[in-house]
């Protein structure tokens, strides 16, 4: 056994003790901060996996954004758990589960031992047709270029959960500001940090999702690093969330799908389908594209983690 | 000269996972929120410099060398904060109790 | 034993594991948390199925790598919903249990009033 794999067995058995910790620690708090950990851990297994566009995205998404949101909705439900623990299942059921669980997990790792081999693979075909996207990021180019209708959908997707969130508002409350309004000591640590912070994020996520065209990157972590810098300026009382009966606000928030929208419908007549791209100009119409993306997914990233409307926005 | 960078980076990238190892144990052993907090920070500051340091000649250039740090200052501000926050809010529950 | 192997075994475990907990913990967001950790072995397996992809001289197969990210956003998306499902079914009936024979809550004669 070499050295990577003994280093790559003992990733694995740490992500497997911290989501086996997760299920079991009693508090669902601790459970949450189990569940970051979980997140950061399996941004390790993405490296090695040489996947780096998922690895940000897991960092920044799948830990950063959805562990604020579980820590959140933990402490506010801290009063639920005792009742929750008078309805624990019975040995029978949780045998039960155990046992379909392990039937599940059998059966994934049977198809595992059971892929082709040599693997079917893309990658040649990709890499073939990338010069013509104007990309050097292969990921950027499947995301952008071939799967663009994914990406299209994906947004609007995001979207409409932004509005299914937003309908969980009570109706007198429709049109006001999302969350509490949050009080920070204007010296304290909290404060000096949303003041210092925000300009070097958003910097850094601009700069994260140009780069995405060529290295690992892309516009899903650069929006979210700019979300995240939004949302620390919220919780720290520096700025308050925007009432979400603003007009600018919902442009913002449509603007994404609506430009990619606008340079789709344009592919009729520039290059012949929706979403086809004229060679000249391909790396235009995506940066276009990804200028918009940008705008929409820190929006509308930041406006998922704010919640629904709770203070109501008339005087 | 390669090799000497090579051994500089060596022995300092194995300096700061030390320095990680001593932080996580910390983290596991000491009794309280306070005393855990004070033994994360050499985890952040030391260990993570070190390795950042360590990294540095492997680095490919300037402007790679420079992303490095700017990284561990970044992650030296979070902490800090983040320390800041922790310790006032273990400090107010203990009050309560 | 490759390293790919290895973490398609793991990916495996973890979609186990998290189907284990969605199915026993009773409070609704120790579930979320499950679900979110079934999702994080299943993209893991399809991680694995791009590492085995690689050629043409990259490290992995993109396309697999594109669904993924896009698999991300949207379970987050998916997740933010349902948190903010389980605090409003929290204000309204004061417990977030599942259960369907719950005393009701505060509505309990209003349904049109929310």
């Known amino acids: 056994m070499s050295w990577t794999l003994a280093l790559e067995a003992g990733l694995a058995a740490l992500v497997l003790g911290v989501a086996v910790w997760t299920l ?10 189990a569940f970051v950990v979980y997140g950061l851990a399996l941004t390790l297994v993405w490296v090695r996996l040489s996947a780096l566009d998922v690895a940000l995205t897991e960092a920044a998404i799948g830990s950063g954004l959805t562990g604020v949101l579980l820590l959140g909705a933990a402490a506010r439900l801290r009063a639920t758990e005792a009742d929750a623990v008078a309805e624990r299942p019975g040995a029978g059921v949780r045998a039960a589960a155990a046992a379909l669980a392990a039937l599940v997990a ?20 990709a ?26 959908l994906e947004k609007v997707v995001v979207l409409i959960s932004l509005i299914g969130v937003w309908s969980l508002a009570q109706d007198k409350l429709w049109g006001g500001r999302p969350g ?23 910097v850094a996520g601009i700069y994260i999702a140009w780069l995405g065209a060529d290295q690992p990157g892309g516009a899903f972590p650069g929006g979210t690093i700019i979300a995240a810098m939004w949302l620390l300026a919220m919780m720290a009382g520096v700025t308050d969330a925007p009432p979400i009966s603003r007009r600018w606000l919902r442009l913002v928030l449509v603007a994404g799908p609506a430009v990619f929208l606008a340079v789709g419908f344009s592919g009729f007549f520039t290059a012949g389908a929706f979403l086809a791209y004229p060679v000249a100009y391909a790396k235009a119409l995506i940066v276009v594209i990804e200028v918009g993306m940008v705008l929409t997914i820190a929006a509308t990233l930041g406006l998922l983690m704010a919640g629904p409307p709770e203070r109501s926005d008339k005087p | 000269m390669s090799l000497v960078l090579d051994v500089f980076s060596i022995a300092a990238i194995c300096a700061g996972a030390f320095f990680f190892l001593a932080g996580t144990a910390g983290l596991l052993r000491f009794p309280d929120a306070l005393t855990r907090l004070h033994a994360l920070t050499k985890a952040d500051n030391l260990g993570l410099g070190l390795v950042v340091l360590g990294l540095l000649p492997r680095a490919g250039g300037v402007l790679p060398a420079l992303k490095l740090i700017a990284i561990w200052l970044l992650v030296l501000l979070a902490s800090a904060i983040v320390s800041q926050l922790i310790g006032r809010a273990a400090r107010r529950e203990s009050r309560l109790q | 034993m490759t390293s790919v192997t290895l973490f398609g075994l793991l990916g495996a475990l973890l979609v186990g594991l998290g189907l284990f907990g969605l199915l026993v913990h009773p409070h609704p967001l120790r579930k979320i948390l ?64 599942l259960r369907t024979d719950a005393p009701a809550g505060k509505d309990a004669g209003g349904a049109a009033d929310h």
Do not use: C, K, W
């Open chain 1, 24 to 33: 079991s620690v009693r508090q669902t708090f601790a459970a949450v901060v």
């Open chain 1, 106 to 125: 059998l059966a994934l790792a049977a198809a595992l031992l059971y892929l082709p081999e040599p693997a079917h693979t893309l990658a040649p075909a």
């Open chain 1, 127 to 152: 890499m073939a047709e990338l010069p013509a996207t104007g990309m050097r990021n292969a990921v950027t180019g499947v995301l952008m270029a071939y799967r663009a209708a994914d990406t299209l």
């Open chain 1, 180 to 202: 509490l309004l949050h009080h920070a000591d204007p010296d304290g640590a909290l404060a000096f940090l949303a003041r210092r912070l925000p300009p070097v994020g958003i």
């Open chain 3, 34 to 97: 499950s679900f979110n950790l079934l999702g994080g072995g299943v993209f893991l397996f399809f991680g694995v199925v791009a590492r085995r992809g690689a050629g043409a001289g990259l490290g992995g197969d993109p396309v697999p790598q594109a669904l993924v990210i896009t698999g991300l956003v949207v379970a987050f998306a998916a997740t933010a919903l349902a948190v903010v499902l389980l605090l409003r079914l929290f204000q309204e009936s004061g417990s977030a249990t």
